[in-house]
């Protein structure tokens, strides 16, 4: 039934785009409220800093050059990419703590949507591990029973904002994936530049929003209509290729598209009963471990920026 309510919501997008133009005109218009964000524009995203307040021009996708160079910290770096997951964004967790352990991070950047949203975060996070998964998740093993989907992902945040200070993340390094809606048309937006940790978090809220599984209808980031970042064809940055793209069957594969959204990446939020976070996160450390071969070819031997693992 709540995957009936999404589709209703993208088809009368849908059903919106393709009207005339003389009829669109006359309806509400569903805009950016207002620039508060530097705006830069590729051929397929819009890519937000939002610690900045100047619009830049267009240019089209034989230009990413050129935003490299206006851009130069990110300019020479690798990316890992990190796909949606529900809760499996717990074995996520595991994956990335294993590779925070046992590699220097320092040359790439990190771009995710949905679950992989709060992954990118936590990538950036510039202190020791230990303990990272209780310091997030707190004393829930498994989903409590009394919160909602939503009351959960406030948790959390409260909990990252708790136990970390703004400057224990390299929040520069961050770019999330975020479907939008402008002028009734669905767009992938890339936010970064963040005005500080929580509006990070906000972020990540946003791009973890699907209607009336995660909240209500409508959730809106910086007065902008914004849905979970994996409904968008491509989330991630494009303008530098990703390296490592992690996903929950990454090492458990069964399908063999690179960046393939499964339903099973949203059924598991309607199942929430049936995860535990620890074993998840456990799987997802252990699993690493016993593929870190794989990943010592990327960080120890490769010096390409387009190795993308997937069995």
């Not at 409590?144 to 390299?170: A, H, Y």
């Not at 946003?206 to 491509?234: L, R």
């Amino acid at each position: 039934m709540y995957f009936t309510y999404i589709a209703f919501f993208i088809a009368i997008i849908q059903i919106y785009n393709s009207m005339p133009r003389r009829v669109v005109g006359i309806l509400p218009r569903l805009t950016f409220s207002k620039i508060v964000n530097k705006i830069e524009y590729t051929a397929n995203q819009i890519i937000i800093h939002n610690h900045e307040k100047t619009q830049s021009t267009n240019f089209n996708d034989k230009q990413k050059m050129f935003y490299l160079e206006k851009n130069e910290f990110i300019k020479d770096k690798k990316m890992i990419s990190i796909s949606p997951a529900g809760f499996k964004g717990f074995y996520l967790l595991g994956i990335i703590t294993y590779i925070k352990e046992h590699y220097d991070l320092s040359e790439f950047i990190f771009s995710g949507a949905s679950a992989g949203a709060w992954i990118s975060i936590l990538l950036s996070y510039k202190g020791d591990t230990t303990n990272l998964f209780s310091r997030i998740v707190g004393e829930n093993m498994v989903f409590p029973k009394d919160l909602t989907i939503r009351e959960f992902e406030q948790k959390i945040k409260t909990n990252i904002l708790t136990n970390f200070n703004e400057t224990d993340f390299d929040l520069r390094r961050v770019f999330i994936g975020v479907t939008t809606v402008n002028n009734f048309k669905l767009q992938t937006s890339i936010y970064s530049n963040f005005n500080d940790l929580e509006d990070a978090l906000d972020c990540c809220i946003a791009s973890s929003h699907v209607p009336f599984i995660t909240g209500g209808p409508i959730n809106k980031y910086h007065d902008i209509i914004s849905f979970d970042g994996g409904f968008s064809k491509y989330p991630y940055l494009d303008i530098v290729k990703s390296s490592l793209h992690i996903t929950p069957s990454i090492w458990r594969p069964d399908v063999p598209t690179k960046y393939i959204k499964k339903i099973s990446d949203y059924t598991t939020l309607l199942s929430k009963d049936k995860y535990n976070f620890m074993e998840l996160f456990e799987m997802g450390y252990n699993d690493t471990k016993n593929n870190a071969n794989v990943l010592d070819t990327l960080f120890y031997n490769s010096p390409s920026t387009d190795f993308i693992y997937e069995k």
